[in-house]
């Protein structure tokens, strides 16, 4: 385990009206797919990966052989009323992964717009925050947020964070040194840490 500094990092909040919509858009808007995001496909050595974004960045990054309640298709790819900007962040976005899976990249960059409670926004701050190749337990970080007894609260924070990789749960794991879960599957867990760690 290790210590790390803390950092700031920006958060997002918003709404959407389904309004007028057709039942595959309402079931759409149920499960997050509104019509202000965009949504590419990004390949990696672990499977297809799902990312959304919305104007203010990226919002979702899921593999699609775990995430939950997904339904992509074609017209995804372009229904969005901030298509440029959107696409701006999906672009930048595939280009730092590719980086990232190449050893290229321990850092990015490109704008997150978290959605969540209060408390889980202040868990996923704190996750970024936790060094490249390093880990830490769940109750370091319960710790690290002020919150030394919400260790549970911290790991169901952790499972519920829709950003994978750019918000680094994989970085954290149980107190005796084994894996913990992790909402892609344990091995994926283990194959990010090795990529970090050089092996």
């Known amino acids: 385990m290790v210590g790390y500094n803390r950092g700031d990092s ?34 990696s050595r672990w499977g297809t990966i799902l990312a959304q ?6 919002i979702r990054l899921q593999f699609l052989s775990t995430a939950s309640s997904i339904c992509v298709d074609e017209s995804d790819m372009t229904q969005t009323t901030q298509a440029t900007r959107a696409a701006e962040h999906l672009q930048q976005l595939k280009w ?27 868990v996923w701050q704190e996750l970024g925050c936790i060094p490249y190749g390093e880990t830490i337990s769940y109750r370091e970080l319960a710790r690290a947020i002020g919150h ?23 970085r954290v794991i149980a107190a005796d040194g084994t894996l913990g879960g992790y909402a892609a599957g344990v091995e994926i867990k283990r194959e990010l840490l090795a990529l970090e760690r050089g092996r």
């Open 10 to 43: 920006g958060q997002g909040t918003s709404s959407s009206r389904v309004g007028n919509l057709s039942r595959e858009n309402r079931e759409k808007s149920r499960i997050g797919f509104a019509m202000s995001t965009a949504l590419t496909l990004v390949p």
């Open 53 to 58: 974004a919305t104007d203010r960045g990226i």
């Open 96 to 122: 730092q992964l590719a980086e990232f899976f190449s050893s290229r990249r321990r850092s990015f960059d490109v704008p997150l717009d978290r959605r969540g409670t209060v408390f889980q926004r202040r």
């Open 148 to 170: 030394p007894r919400a260790v549970r609260a911290v790991g169901q924070a952790n499972r519920c964070n829709p950003i994978l990789i750019l918000v680094p749960c994989h």
